[in-house]
């Protein structure tokens, strides 16, 4: 039982590059949510999905986009980054509202 | 809008004293409160969670307790230990029970 995975791990990029980050989860969770985490700021919501097939936005959801085309997998994309989406990158899941989340071990990013 | 406050940001202390981390919460109508803990450079794990009808919860050297009416939660770890050095996190559940609201955390050295 993994929980929950990030890839990648670490990653940068240029200004204007586009990139995907995958969250897997094993535990058959419904809930699935994207933060970003930065100094000062603490974490932060970018999206949710309340079930696949479906996502939201979250407090800080501009400059990302969301799918859950799988039950057990959420990507967050960058379609044109920017050095303001320098951060770290957590992914987590529950069973569903208001119920324990479980982490991932985060996706730190650095856009130049 | 939810907001979480932790005092204090840092916290020194040697081997085997007994601590408390304090979390405090704007709006006491939360569904839960949820406690992690974040070592540098790596993701957050949960350590306990407290339901709104509940006092305290136990797990181990650690026990959170809550009280809602004062929006406070502290976070008693016995006996400290080296390895105990992390930050430590409080969190609750968004109106809609969806995100959680993170405090900006306390960040915790036991001196060997």
């Known amino acids: 039982n993994a929980g929950v995975t990030q890839t990648p791990k670490f990653r940068v990029l240029k200004t204007g590059q586009s990139m995907t980050l995958l969250c897997a989860q094993d535990m058959n969770h419904e809930y699935m949510y994207w933060y970003r985490q930065d100094p000062g700021m603490g974490l932060r919501l970018i999206h949710y999905s309340v079930g696949e097939g479906t996502t939201a936005k979250g407090e800080v959801p501009d400059g990302y986009n969301v799918s859950r085309l799988k039950k057990q997998n959420f990507l967050l994309g960058l379609e044109s980054a920017a050095p303001s989406q320098t951060s770290v990158y957590f992914c987590?899941?529950?069973?569903?509202?208001?119920?324990?989340?479980?982490f991932g071990p985060g996706t730190r990013l650095t856009v130049t | 809008k939810q907001e979480v406050t932790q005092i204090p940001a840092a916290l020194s202390v040697p081997e085997g004293e007994n601590l408390v981390l304090n979390c405090s919460f704007t709006d006491s109508a939360i569904y839960n409160l949820q406690w992690f803990r974040q070592d540098p450079g790596k993701g957050l794990t949960s350590l306990l969670l407290i339901q709104s009808s509940q006092r305290e919860q136990t797990s181990g050297r650690l026990n959170a307790s809550l009280d809602k009416s004062s929006g406070r939660s502290t976070l008693y770890i016995a006996a400290s230990q080296p390895g105990d050095s992390a930050t430590y996190l409080c969190a609750v559940p968004d109106t809609g029970r969806r995100a959680l609201t993170f405090g900006s955390g306390t960040r915790l050295q036991v001196q060997p």
């Open positions: 987590a899941s529950s069973y569903g509202p208001g119920r324990e989340q479980y």
